[in-house]
């Protein structure tokens, strides 16, 4: 009965869609293409911890314990949304790399040479795309994606660029608390306490900054954070859900089936 009733369910769909415009149709198979490439070119992540994804114990350790990410594929709109975002920090990165050359005292430092000449040892070097760099940390099980490191005026900074909503551009005066975990977890990584973000909105593209400055106390909690993970890896056990986990942390998470299946 099942089967039958499924047939049914196809059958209308595909009656439906012989009777689309061949405008609505074009763009309909345009969207579902996209997302095919999508799931084609997707891969699964690496166990190791994530600096943007540090905000829950949880999403930390199913990750380092490389659990199964929820099936289906993304939606076109997510991955628009992400593509949009790659070619907003392209952009910047870009503007920015043309500041010296208009006469600005501020450069892209390679972030691979100054790994080597700051002799970090616990840094390896995994690959670089532009001017960002792949980079792990062994000392911590932490991989990531640099945005870059620039120094401006004589001084050294982390470089992080955001992309948001014209929304919550438009009321943000300071760096998301969101955005703490991974800012620490960089600059306990790279040596440097001061993090400088760059907000874009994706209507108007305008942009804000702000400084974020790493104190000891900070890097300290995250360390012990990750600490904290590592022994319930090591046991094998989920950590208790968190009570204090932001909403939009929850509704973007990749593991939500398991975490249901844990309670």
């Not at 380092?64 to 929820?70: E, S």
């Not at 289906?72 to 920015?96: E, L």
């Not at 306990?188 to 305008?206: A, K, P, Q, T």
Request: with cysteine.
């Amino acid at each position: 009965m099942a089967r039958n009733s499924l047939k049914s369910v196809m059958r209308l769909i595909q009656s439906a869609k012989e009777e689309l415009p061949v405008e609505q149709e074009f763009l309909s198979e345009l969207k579902r293409s996209v997302e095919l490439d999508d799931k084609k070119n997707s891969r699964k992540p690496s166990q190791s911890y994530k600096p943007s994804s540090m905000n829950c114990l949880r999403n930390m350790y199913y990750q380092v314990m490389g659990k199964d990410t929820d099936p289906g594929t993304a939606s076109y709109t997510g991955i628009a949304i992400c593509n949009a975002g790659s070619d907003i920090h392209v952009r910047v990165q870009t503007a920015i790399d043309g500041m010296k050359e208009n006469g600005m005292d501020c450069e892209y430092i390679n972030v691979a040479e100054f790994v080597k000449n700051r002799n970090l040892e616990d840094i390896e070097v995994r690959g670089q795309s532009g001017v960002e760099t792949k980079l792990f940390n062994k000392k911590l099980n932490m991989s990531f994606m640099c945005d870059g490191i620039i120094k401006y005026k004589n001084r050294y900074y982390i470089l992080e660029i955001k992309s948001e909503t014209i929304n919550k551009w438009y009321v943000r005066k300071d760096v998301d608390v969101a955005h703490h975990n991974q800012a620490t977890a960089y600059s306990i990584s790279l040596g440097l306490n001061d993090v400088l973000f760059v907000y874009v909105n994706r209507d108007m593209l305008d942009m804000k900054s702000f400084m974020f400055h790493v104190t000891d106390e900070m890097k300290h909690d995250l360390v012990g954070r990750i600490e904290e993970c590592d022994g319930y890896v090591k046991r094998m056990v989920a950590p208790p859900k968190p009570e204090d986990v932001a909403k939009k942390t929850c509704e973007y998470c990749p593991y939500k089936k398991q975490c249901r299946e844990d309670g």
